[in-house]
């Protein structure tokens, strides 16, 4: 496609849903990252994928969060019993080359914005 | 761990003004560095990205410097428009997966 698509737009889930957010990265991008950004801060980085390969989680805040990416385009993250303080933007961003490449551009989805009441 | 800081934390100004956001960083071990803008409800865009190696970019109205041993980085916007109004984040790299972000500079140019 011509940019990263992230579905749904909004969520609103109940304290104790389990949620999944989608991203479609750009065609043929090989790098694809996740990023959480609540209310007035900056995005704080949460995982990267290589292809299919889930090459760094250290930014994930608990094991109540897990992403996937099995064919190596579309990546699934998924937050098991929401709570509160999930509620934020997540955004989703791909580049075209791997991990070797640091200058190469990040693009940014629109983003994913979860509500946890 | 790096933190990045971006200052002011608003900005308004009368359209057709020069204009200048900081950034600085704590750790200068950094590939390089990137401003974006967010537009509200939106994902980022990439305006700039400065190479370690490098001193300035330049893109249009918009000029951003570098100073890696210092920890800082500049962002000019000439003879702004309100078309610029939008939030304007920096953004250290530091590894292949390390995107450090501040917290952004909100800016409202007014026609």
């Known amino acids: 496609g011509a940019g990263v698509s992230q579905s749904p737009r909004y969520k609103v889930a109940k304290r104790g849903q389990d949620v999944a957010l989608r991203c479609d990265p750009i065609?043929?991008?090989?790098?694809l990252f996740w990023y959480q950004q609540a209310l007035g801060q900056g995005p704080e980085f949460l995982t990267y994928?290589?292809?299919?390969?889930?090459?760094?989680k250290s930014g994930l805040p608990s094991d109540r969060f897990f992403a996937e990416r099995p064919e190596g385009s579309v990546s699934t993250l998924k937050i098991q019993r929401t709570q509160q303080e999930d509620s934020a933007v997540y955004l989703c961003?791909?580049?075209?080359?791997?991990?070797?490449?640091?200058?190469?551009?990040?693009?940014f989805g629109n983003g994913t914005r979860l509500t946890v009441t | 761990k790096q933190e990045v800081t971006q200052i002011p934390a608003a900005l308004s100004v009368p359209e057709g003004e020069n204009l200048v956001l900081n950034c600085s960083f704590t750790?200068?071990?950094?590939?390089?560095l990137q401003w974006f803008r967010q537009d509200p409800g939106k994902g980022l865009t990439s305006l700039l990205l400065?190479?370690?190696?490098?001193r300035e970019q330049t893109s249009g109205r918009l000029n951003a410097s570098l100073d890696k041993s210092s920890g800082r980085s500049t962002l000019y916007i000439a003879a702004s428009q309100p078309g610029d109004s939008a939030t304007y984040l920096c953004?250290?790299?530091?590894?292949?997966?390390?995107?450090?972000f501040g917290k952004g500079t909100m800016l409202l140019v007014s026609p």
């Open positions: 750790d200068s071990a950094i590939y390089n």
């Open positions: 953004a250290s790299r530091g590894g292949y997966s390390t995107l450090t």
């Open positions: 400065i190479q370690s190696s490098q």
């Open positions: 994928f290589q292809n299919e390969a889930q090459l760094d």
């Open positions: 065609s043929g991008h090989v790098s």
């Open positions: 961003a791909s580049s075209l080359v791997s991990v070797g490449r640091m200058n190469s551009p990040l693009h």
